[in-house]
């Protein structure tokens, strides 16, 4: 069981790039009011087969040869159904899958949200990645900011995002725009 909903996130966004995704999109946001975090995760990798959505919160079944279960999506269904939060899988063959994930905050089991700057940062720059292009949007009641790699790869006019000092600058901006976010200042243009 992962400990973290930013380790699920991690998870759930290599799932998409192990199925060919070029685009993988990430929206964290958070509802004081209801007290509510939704996760939600889309690409436009290679989707499943109606048999193999059927079966994907089964955690005995996965398409990896690596090993014979998979437990990601389970486990996260099942953390969000804890806390009396929902889940859903949407995956259609040649255009991609949603995962969407609800949990109350305010409930007993609610894992923390983790160190998501951090994998968010790992995500985007790994080398593994470098064909991946990632959205990744943090809101706090309709505040939010947003990171594009698409843009940033047309600044950075070649240089990688793997590269050290891109990775810093990544890393910083993830940081400080979360914290303006949870301060109360809306980052969107």
């Known amino acids: 069981m992962l400990t973290e909903i930013s380790l699920n996130v991690i998870d759930i966004a290599r799932n998409s790039t192990r199925a060919g995704a070029s685009l993988v ?49 389970p486990f996260l269904k099942q953390e969000a159904e804890c806390t009396g939060g929902t889940f859903s899988i949407k995956s259609e063959e040649g255009k991609g899958t949603v995962v969407e994930a609800l949990f109350h905050r305010d409930h007993i089991d609610c894992m923390p949200l983790g160190d998501i700057n951090s994998s968010i940062c790992m995500l985007v720059t790994t080398s593994e990645n470098k064909d991946v292009d990632f959205v990744y949007t943090y809101e706090v009641d309709g505040r939010s900011f947003k990171l594009d790699t698409r843009e940033v790869r047309e600044i950075l006019d070649g240089v ?22 949870d301060r109360g200042e809306s980052m969107e243009e």
């Open 160 to 181: 990688p995002l793997s590269d050290p000092k891109v990775s810093e600058f990544i890393r910083s901006y993830l940081i400080e725009n979360q914290e303006a976010v």
């Open 25 to 73: 999109q990430i929206s964290i946001g958070l509802d004081t009011r209801k007290k509510t975090l939704r996760l939600t995760i889309a690409d436009d990798g290679s989707g499943m087969s109606p048999q193999q959505l059927a079966k994907v919160e089964d955690p005995f079944f996965t398409s990896r040869t690596t090993r014979k279960v998979g437990l990601g999506i």
